[in-house]
DNA sequence: AAATAATATACCCAAAAAGGTATATTTTAT
DNA sequence: ATAAAATATACCTTTTTGGGTATATTATTT
């Protein structure tokens, strides 16, 4: 099994966010209709996501997900 | 269910890659790894994809899924 | 026009995600 | 230091993906 990755676009974004607009874990999943453990999920980086669940919790923050050039960071990460 | 939608920032990205590198659907599924039914729900716009198997044919194309702002969604996946 | 290639649709199955709940650990507040 | 809140981990169930194969439709070539 891959193992999960805290730091990635998208888990670093979502806690980033979050902790921005002074949220708990639970209340982001209130306010976007997923389940809490699912935002627990994304935030840690699970490597495996639904796309339209994470779009449910981006769209929030008035973004969704969408093909971005490959940033030197990932670049870097691919070989494992 | 929620209906399928050819037309969205990831299905028509690879469908335009895969055409302008002259490629049909089965010879990304080689090239990528992912399955040939993959390929297709992913061009006509399945609605719930894993992210991993998305990103695994979006890096053959230099690319990958990230958060982004909704307003640029258009613009960023109709040039480059 | 016919033949061939490419794309789309329909079926089944194994594997895994999402969610709920309960418990443990960490962080924050008093 | 203690209590409370927030976050993380573990187990289980239901639902759905991804993939394979077979068939149908559409596009391309000769």
Redesign the pocket.
């Known amino acids: 099994?891959k193992d999960?990755n805290?730091h990635n676009a998208i888990s670093d974004f979502v806690r980033t966010r979050?902790?921005e607009s002074k949220?708990?874990?639970?209340?982001l999943?209130d306010l976007t209709?997923?389940?809490?453990?699912?935002?627990?999920?994304?935030?840690?980086g699970?490597?495996?996501?639904?796309?339209d669940?994470?779009n449910?919790v981006l769209l929030f923050f008035g973004h969704t997900l969408a093909p971005t050039p490959i940033s030197d960071e990932t670049r870097r990460n691919l070989g494992e």
Chains 1, 2 share one sequence.
């Open positions: 099994m999960w805290r979050r902790k949220m708990t874990q639970s209340e999943s209709g997923v389940g809490l453990r699912f935002v627990r999920d994304l935030e840690q699970k490597p495996n996501l639904m796309t669940k994470v449910q």
